[in-house]
């Protein structure tokens, strides 16, 4: 089982930047995948970003150009850097973590795009 704890989220001016983190912990040697998904009100949750074991990424075409999401394996973490940031960013980012026949989820952070 692997646990997930995310930090990083908050409000911010449209055309702003901030930073996502996700630290990972429990039986990390087992994860094949980690990714940033997010959940805006009354919709389904999507897929931002992911990274394989292999550093492969994909962006959704919404965050293309405007994301950044890298893994530091010594730490156990993956960030989402975000830039020129959008109100229709706004969502509840969730960090996501998937092996063989396992996936892991976290809590959830708060993203709101405002002025």
């Known amino acids: 089982q692997v646990q997930l704890v995310e930090t990083g989220g908050g409000l911010v001016q449209p055309g702003g930047s901030l930073r996502l983190s996700c630290t990972a912990s429990?039986?990390?040697?087992?994860?094949?995948?980690m990714g940033w998904y997010h959940q805006a009100p009354g919709k389904q949750r999507e897929l931002v970003a992911s990274?394989?074991?292999?550093?492969?990424?994909y962006y959704a075409d919404s965050v293309k150009g405007r994301a950044t999401i890298s893994r530091d394996n010594a730490e156990n973490m993956v960030y989402l850097q975000m830039n020129s940031l959008k109100p229709e960013d706004t969502a509840v980012y969730y960090c996501?973590?998937?092996?063989?026949?396992?996936?892991?989820w976290g809590q959830g952070t708060q993203v709101t795009v405002s002025s």
């Open positions: 996501n973590a998937r092996g063989p026949s396992w996936e892991s």
């Open positions: 429990g039986s990390i040697f087992s994860i094949y995948v």
């Open positions: 990274i394989t074991n292999g550093l492969r990424k």
